[in-house]
């Protein structure tokens, strides 16, 4: 038996199989949110072990659990944020003539940026005010956990000023390395 004589990688073939280069980016809101989700999987986990197996749950687990929680949701959504995958309705965009997009773009982060400002400022108000107010379980005041919203909430703001500039130095015009339909 004779062995056919080597050719290019998908000469013959019609379906290529290449695994593309795999870069890792590292950026603050993504190890911030990675800590924070496999910490909150310990807890939820240690919930489960006291309560099931040794028929004697931690109470403390339940309680940190939630703020754990409530801190990836803010700081996943400066993720969500960063790479631009917010929920959004763009069919204004494929109807509307060149300069009235460029216009709904800047409006568009205008008020994206305003928003999170907004939320940057209550989160800011709130943090303040729970300083007196202490969590059930442990002698700590809750002003910890309005912290780690506050901070989801700066990572936010920076993201959207950061998109804004880029936006702005195109012009408002569509991104073209963001073409198409993003799937991750």
Same mark, same amino acid.
């Given at each position: 038996m004779?062995?056919?004589?080597?050719?290019?990688?998908g000469?013959?073939h019609? #379906?290529?199989?290449e695994d593309?280069?795999?870069?890792?980016e590292?950026?603050?809101?993504?190890?911030?949110?990675f800590?924070?989700?496999?910490?909150?999987?310990?807890v939820?986990f240690?919930?489960?072990f006291?309560?099931? #197996?040794?028929?004697?749950?931690?109470?403390w687990?339940?309680?940190?659990?939630?703020y754990l929680?409530?801190?990836v949701t803010?700081v996943?959504a400066?993720?969500a944020?960063?790479?631009?995958?917010h929920?959004?309705v763009e =069919?204004?965009?494929?109807f509307?003539?060149?300069?009235? =997009?460029r216009?709904?773009?800047?409006?568009?982060?205008?008020i994206?940026?305003g928003?999170?400002a907004?939320?940057v400022?209550?989160?800011? /108000?709130?943090?303040?005010r729970m300083?007196? /107010?202490?969590?059930?379980?442990f002698?700590?005041?809750?002003?910890?956990?309005?912290?780690?919203?506050? =901070?989801g909430?700066?990572?936010m703001?920076?993201?959207?000023?950061?998109?804004f #500039?880029?936006?702005?130095?195109?012009g408002w015009r569509?991104?073209?390395?963001?073409q198409?339909?993003?799937i991750?």
């Amino acid at each position: 038996m004779s062995t056919p004589p080597p050719t290019a990688p998908g000469a013959d073939h019609l #379906i290529v199989v290449e695994d593309p280069d795999v870069e890792i980016e590292h950026y603050p809101e993504d190890w911030i949110a990675f800590t924070l989700f496999w910490l909150m999987a310990f807890v939820v986990f240690l919930q489960f072990f006291s309560r099931y #197996i040794l028929n004697s749950s931690f109470a403390w687990t339940e309680e940190i659990a939630r703020y754990l929680l409530m801190w990836v949701t803010f700081v996943g959504a400066a993720v969500a944020m960063r790479r631009r995958s917010h929920i959004a309705v763009e =069919v204004l965009h494929q109807f509307l003539p060149e300069p009235a =997009v460029r216009l709904l773009n800047f409006l568009i982060d205008v008020i994206v940026l305003g928003f999170v400002a907004l939320l940057v400022w209550y989160a800011w /108000q709130v943090t303040e005010r729970m300083e007196i /107010q202490r969590m059930t379980v442990f002698d700590l005041s809750m002003s910890i956990v309005y912290g780690g919203i506050l =901070v989801g909430c700066l990572l936010m703001l920076w993201r959207a000023g950061q998109m804004f #500039i880029a936006n702005a130095r195109r012009g408002w015009r569509p991104d073209p390395a963001r073409q198409g339909l993003i799937i991750d």
